[in-house]
Nanobody, 114 residues
Framework: VQLVESGGGLVQAGGSLRLSCAASGISFSIYAVNWYRQAPGKQRHLVATITNSGRTNLVDSVKGRFTISRDNAKNTVYLEMNSLKAEDTAVYFC?????????WGKGTLVTVSS
């Protein structure tokens, strides 16, 4: 099983990025998928969730700016990030879970310059 995040990079405040989480080795469509982020020196926090039925939830700090979506045909989940702020700077991790099964990617770094 492998989750691979991509799409991170350096962007100016107010800019946009789209992160991708591509899965292999699992039937991705039956998993709930989460995006977490971990800022330097801080704990990892949940940012967004999409269930296997497509329901989404985002934390208040990113509502209206971030969108989570999935393309089951491509075994990929996306995190569209707009109006980025310096405080969005973090390593973003993809997580897939189903019952007791829990998988993580290695993360992709997003740096927002102010």
């Amino acid at each position: 099983v492998q989750l691979v995040e991509s799409g991170g990079g350096l962007v100016q405040a107010g800019g946009s990025l789209r992160l991708s989480c591509a899965a292999s080795g699992i039937s991705f469509s039956i998993y709930a998928v989460n995006w977490y982020r971990q800022a330097p020196g801080k704990q990892r926090h949940l940012v967004a969730t999409i269930t296997n039925s497509g329901r989404t939830n985002l934390v208040d700090s990113v509502k209206g700016r971030f969108t989570i979506s999935r393309d089951n045909a491509k075994n990929t989940v996306y995190l569209e990030m707009n109006s980025l702020k310096a405080e969005d700077t973090a390593v973003y991790f993809c997580n897939a879970n189903l019952n007791w099964m829990n998988y993580w990617g290695k993360g992709t770094l997003v740096t927002v310059s102010s």
